[in-house]
């Protein structure tokens, strides 16, 4: 076994995203696109001596191909040991939860998250620091600005690793450990909820439908609802993790897991329903017959929290992205605790975390997680919504209503205008950012605008300051409309426009979001004229 330096030349698409680099499996196979980008991150890493690194992916088309790969690179780079999830399989949650149990340097996930597998879908990779969370914006930069000058990059001629089988195997001079991709994951939901509660209510009866959507979800999902909480067998569907997850887009909202929604409505519905994604951060629950918006989730969370164990000592503080209802500021200021309003992109979330300030955190993208880990965790949602229906004794739905009467109801949506061509996006951003200095104080299609800027975030911990992260618009009202481009997309852009008007007047609470939220729709046309620039007549996907 021998280490090698392999000559290169650089690719000019390689900065990261909201999350990572996500490509087209077909970009990531193109020759030394994969190893250029572990090198451009393994130059920017500080030497690796000594130091553990964790491995992992969602299980998709070309994962076990790239952890091999970077196997025999991570050995090059001199890292002394490399945890790695048996067959390759790591749930993004688990990445954070081992990392910060072994204390690893870092993680690397390989995953495109909830977007689309297979030989024609995507992948993407991301590397997670020492605290378990996602690379900070200056790490991702200097990633790509070497990208940009790589020459070289250095592997070895080792074998492949048996990556099915637990144990310990060596590449080159580095131990690398084919762990259980559950079992520390399973540990720390132990320790923050209460499995005898859980266990007890579907003891009673209480039927829950999870469904994995085929992605990595399932084997945390089957091992601890069915196999530990005692959820009849069957209560996990699409459990199985396949490399294009069955055909199904595995992205836990009631367009993608329509099937869900339809057994959620359907006269012998479950109590409750549950999804997640890819590689299993995000999460959607439905109460029977009655959706739930992701920020009405994390508000919920958020006002029953001491009914958790893990959280009983009540939460520091709660943080949400900017383009995420208020619904959580709402129950923070009533809680008497701070909420932070940060960029989109779970990375802006851990230096809170790590200062303290916050708890629990949450997005409107099906995101909701807390300091147990430095990523959104799908099933720790669940879990936490399964404590609090045993805690309380109510209801999934009668949960959300509650909130609605405490502090009315914030109605929300997204639309997504999907593949629009990237010119023709950055051309409709530019115009409404020219835009925002005249709107304050006119009226817009019947909207009078109090407040219109482009969203600048200056972290509260180490100062630094995030640009041009969303482009909001706030009615005298309080309503918003919210204008940003996707940065996890790999076709084009994906325009997403996000809608939020408080309805205090519970006598409403149960209008229609679109109809409830149409002078909202009328004004983001009338700004952004998305019609004529666009071509499209409606948005691709509507939540
Ligand atoms: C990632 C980020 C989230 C973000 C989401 C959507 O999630 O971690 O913070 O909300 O993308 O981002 P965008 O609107 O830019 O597409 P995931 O689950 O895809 O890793």
Redesign the pocket.
């Known amino acids: 076994m021998t280490l090698l330096t392999l000559p290169t030349t650089p690719y000019n698409d390689q900065r990261p ?3 990572g680099l996500r490509k087209k499996v077909t970009v990531f196979q193109q020759k030394h696109y994969l190893e250029n980008f572990v090198q451009a991150l393994f130059d920017v890493l500080p030497a690796a001596q000594g130091l553990t690194l964790v491995l992992g992916g969602d299980g998709r088309y070309y994962n076990r191909v790239a952890v091999q790969t970077i196997l025999r690179m991570a050995a090059a780079k001199g890292y002394a040991r490399v945890l790695v999830g048996q067959g390759g399989i790591l749930s ?1 949650p688990a990445v954070s939860a081992v990392i910060r149990a072994a204390q690893a340097s870092g993680g690397i996930v390989l ?1 495109a ?2 977007n689309p597998g297979g030989p024609d879908g995507d992948f993407g990779i991301k590397y997670n620091i020492g605290n378990g969370g ?1 690379a900070p914006e200056k790490v991702t930069e200097a990633v790509f600005a070497r990208s940009q000058q790589l020459a070289e990059i250095h592997t070895s001629d080792s074998a492949d690793i048996a990556l099915d089988q637990l144990g310990d195997y060596r590449v080159d001079g580095m131990q690398v450990t084919v762990i259980d991709p559950v079992a520390i994951y399973a540990e720390l939901m132990r320790s923050l909820f209460d499995f005898e509660a859980i266990r007890a209510l579907f003891a009673g009866g209480f039927r829950l439908r999870f469904d994995a959507m085929h992605a990595v979800g399932g084997p945390y999902a089957k091992a601890l609802l069915e196999g530990e909480l005692g959820a009849p067998a069957g209560t996990v569907v699409n459990a199985v993790p396949l490399e294009d997850f069955g055909g199904l887009h595995p992205d836990p909202n009631p367009v993608n897991a329509e099937d869900l929604i339809a057994h959620l409505f359907a006269d012998d519905a479950p109590d409750m329903g549950a999804a997640s ?1 890819g ?1 299993a ?2 999460n959607m629950v439905v109460g029977r017959r009655f959706v739930i918006s992701p920020s009405d989730s994390l508000a919920v969370l958020a006002a029953h929290a001491k009914l958790v164990p893990g959280y009983r000592q009540g939460l520091a503080g709660v943080a949400r ?1 900017m383009p995420t209802s208020t619904a959580v500021d709402r129950v923070a200021k009533s809680l008497g605790i701070p909420c932070f309003e940060t960029p ?4 802006f979330f851990g230096n809170l975390l790590d200062a303290g300030k916050v708890t629990l955190c949450g ?3 099906y ?1 909701t997680g807390s300091d147990h880990v430095r990523e ?1 965790d799908g099933l720790w949602a669940v879990l936490f919504w399964l404590n609090l229906v045993a805690a309380s004794g109510k209801s999934v739905e009668t949960l959300v209503r509650e909130l609605w009467t405490a502090h009315g109801r914030c109605v929300y949506s997204r639309h997504d205008f999907e593949a629009i061509p990237t010119d023709k996006a950055d051309a409709l951003m530019l115009r409404l950012r020219a835009a925002l200095p005249k709107l304050p104080g006119t009226t817009v299609a019947g909207c009078a605008i109090a407040l219109a800027d482009d969203f600048a975030y200056t972290d509260p911990v180490d100062g630094s300051v995030s640009q041009k992260q969303g482009i909001r618009v706030i009615l005298t009202d309080g309503s918003r409309v919210v204008f ?1 481009l ?4 790999t076709e084009g852009a ?1 325009l ?1 426009v996000y809608l939020e008007r408080h309805e205090p007047d519970a006598t409403r609470h149960d209008r229609e979001a679109q109809t409830a939220l149409q002078p909202l729709i009328a004004l983001a046309e009338a700004l952004a004229q998305i019609r004529a620039s666009t071509g499209m007549e409606r948005p691709s996907v509507t939540t």
């Open positions: 995203g909201t999350s993004t995953s998250s909830h996602p994604d590689d951060d995000r992205s989109t992109g779970w990375k997005e409107e993208s995101g959104k940003r996707s940065g996890t997309g994906t997403r």
